[in-house]
């Protein structure tokens, strides 16, 4: 699976919009691009995941480039519960992935009032 | 609520002892994974079942051993484990094991090996 980069940690201001950046220059053209986040003490939460087109759900929204060597995770207004340590991973979507999700080591994202 | 519980939230135990975890789906899911999260490591996946069946073992020592006597229920039982063994275990599950879809992972179980 390729491998990710993403900023070790980045602060948000509450109310406003979070955008978490993240590198997976040597993704294939079958790799889909995941976010998950995990709060302290939780299990990882699946956020949003897509192949090549932007999407949008209730949480967040994911934007690809065209090349699809970078992606954007947008949280659109931060509250103090999305503090927690964000990460980006890229995996192929076929047989011989069985869950193979590699994650590395996330951006911590802190939510200030 | 993540359609994942796993029991117990914490637990302690000595070298010499035997546990087991526990964890349950309530999606209808056919996979179900555990993973090991130590302190300032990634998490390390361990085993892989699809309907009932081991189909990945990943170089995990003999001292970790899964059930998986249905597919919404997964176990790890424990035994002889050493200290550095202390992790967060989590459990999680998909739809199917091998395509797009996310993995829903349950809140894990905090394992102090003493």
């Known amino acids: 699976d390729a491998k990710t980069t993403q900023p070790p940690s980045m602060d948000c201001a509450e109310g406003r919009a979070a955008n978490l950046p993240c590198n997976h220059s040597t993704i294939s053209g079958n790799e889909y691009v995941y976010w998950y986040r995990q709060i302290h003490s939780q299990g990882p939460q699946y956020i949003i995941h897509?192949?090549?087109n932007n999407e949008t759900n209730e949480m967040a929204s994911l934007i690809i480039t065209e090349d699809r060597k970078s992606s954007t995770l947008i949280l659109p207004h931060a509250t103090l519960r999305d503090t927690a340590v964000y990460y980006c991973?890229?995996?192929?979507?076929?047989?011989?992935?069985?869950?193979?999700?590699?994650f590395g080591a996330g951006t911590q994202v802190v939510v200030t009032p | 609520e993540t359609g994942v519980t796993q029991t117990p939230r914490h637990l302690v135990m000595g070298m010499t002892n035997k546990k087991s975890l526990k964890c349950e789906q309530h999606?209808?899911?056919?996979?179900m994974y555990w993973y090991k999260q130590s302190a300032k490591k990634p998490l390390e996946l361990m085993f892989v079942y699809s309907l009932e069946e081991r189909v990945e073992n990943n170089s995990v020592p003999s001292r970790f051993s899964p059930e998986c006597p249905n597919s919404s229920h997964l176990f790890l039982h424990l035994h002889t484990l050493q200290p550095e063994d202390s992790a967060l275990y989590l459990c999680a599950s998909s739809p199917q094991v091998a395509d797009n879809s996310p993995l829903h992972f349950g809140n894990g179980t905090r394992l102090t090996v003493t």
């Open positions: 897509g192949l090549k």
């Open positions: 991973i890229v995996r192929v979507g076929a047989t011989d992935s069985w869950g193979k999700l590699q």
């Open positions: 999606l209808g899911h056919n996979a």
